[in-house]
């Protein structure tokens, strides 16, 4: 017991330090960024994109269901905080519980089946969820979603935070961040991670070996929603507002794009991508000519195929290919 | 009381539906079933038929330009076909299919958001093509006679489709290539062109089909694609993959479930098509007529 505390400890420490590191880059980015906006959107992106990454990269299931999982967070947030005035952190427990729950159901069903199968019936899922947001006008509001979810303060007893400026909220947005991409580099070490990757590589095998791959992969999936969740939760509070757009498969598409971007295979590639994402949205939405009809997501479908056919580990594999290069001559 | 003169034209009404998915379903399976390749922008060779017809309407001032565009959708789909094919898509046979489907989804935004670029975002309108504007009695009741041609010439389309495929030499040269590509290239076939050219078909007939609907969609915007293709996947789906008689059945089982569900509730008429495919997945995942991708 004491040694496996001791253990469990050396651990926390072994990751503690590359998290201070990873914080000491993420604050001064905040200052560079063109937008203050951004820099929080960037993080909140990123965390639906680690769960994609969780899920493709690592158990080799394509989810289409991305968007439809953030957008119950959203929503879920959304509703208690405008109609309700709940506690910050209560709302996005409840989003992220939510989410839980949509993908305990959404996985048990999705995860029968893998490869092209998995893909449509998380895309089925996803509209199917789009829908009901879309059509359950009473409780979602329908087209018009939901409207005045404020951003105070953060009352945490002994002292309370005020979430409104966006450094502030993007200290907030970071801690959160922070904790699930470590949390999914430990689970990714861990046993559990190494029999997901075992799964991608050959399930017959690791069927084989006596691991019920089923289990794993609805696992995988539950994990994943959370994390969608919770980012839905904190997108909500960074917009002020939530809309149906959130959960049509195109948000799932745009997670999907993040994700190839940055590198499909490493965690990292959920911010790279999120980042280059963003940043490039904004930047293309500064000519006039793209920002008309959504164009500029024309000129990202076309990166997007070039990364798909010549770079599939995104930016951060083609870099790491570059070094390697380097290295050697 | 729900009386059968509501029923019938609903029923009539989910049949064309579901006939006009299955002839653009029946090209997504030809390609999945043939090549094993997953196209997501499938949807979007239907969007481009639609502004094609549309722009034929527009630019020429003939007396048949709608039914010139129609026609002339065929030839300029399949040409968009063999490029994609060419330049694009060959380099996915054989390849995972997460990645095919990544690389049909960029397509899918590359082609919506050019022709959001070029149309615009406001619904263009199509009318009835002159002298289809009326309704014709058919006993009970009576149906437009735009509707009813649509339902005649996809159906006589899907039965050549099939019989093509089935039933003539060049289908079987088709079928060999993908059902064993060694041995029909042992044969003298050159299985690359034909890869290509069942491309290019599945392609025509996507642009066919949305030529077809494009009066009916009452205006046509970019993102019409993206929603026909997810009806496509259903009917394709409940139907069996890469089969054309499953296609068919397929949109005639969705286009009636959703006529149907349109009576009583009309919101649950979108649910019940994705309640259908969920449980088609979960009891028969290769669908009603399906066999496996063979290649």
Redesign the interface.
Known sequence: MKKALEGSRKRFFAELFPAIIMAAILVPIYFILPSKMMASEILIMAIPTLAFILL?GYT?L?NFGTGSLFAVGAYTAGILLARHNVHVLLAIIAGVVMSGIISIIMGY?CI??G???F???T???N??IW??IW?WKSFTGGPDGIWGIKREALNLGIFSINLKPTFNFYIFVLIFFILIFFFLRRLIESPFGKVLMGMRESELRATAIGYNPETYKWIAFIIGGLICGLGGTLFALHQEYVGEHLAN??TS?EF?IMA?LGGTFVLPGALIGSGVFIFLADFLNRFA?LS???????V???I??VV??FL?GGIYGGVEKAYELFRRK | MINIDAILPQVFNGIQFGVLMALLATGLSLIFGMLGIINFAHGSLYMLGAYFVWTCVQMLDLPGNFWLGLVLTLPLMAVVGLVLERFLLHRMYGQPVVYQILITFGLLLVIQQGVALIYGTTPLPLGMPPSFEGEISLGLFRYPVYRLFTMVLGLAIISAVWFFIERSALGAIIRASAEDPETAKTLGINTRTVYTWTFALGSALAGLGGGLHAPLIGGLQHPIGTEILLICFIVVVIGGMGSIRGALLGGIILGVVRGLAGVFWAPASDFVMFAAMGIILMVRPQGLLGREATR
């Open positions: 493709l080799g394509l069903f029968k089946r490869g092209l199968i893909a449509l019936l895309l089925a899922f509209q199917l829908f009901i059509q498969w195109f598409g999907v190839l000519v008309k009809a959504g164009a500029w997501l024309l990202l479908g076309a997007f195929i798909v056919m599939r």
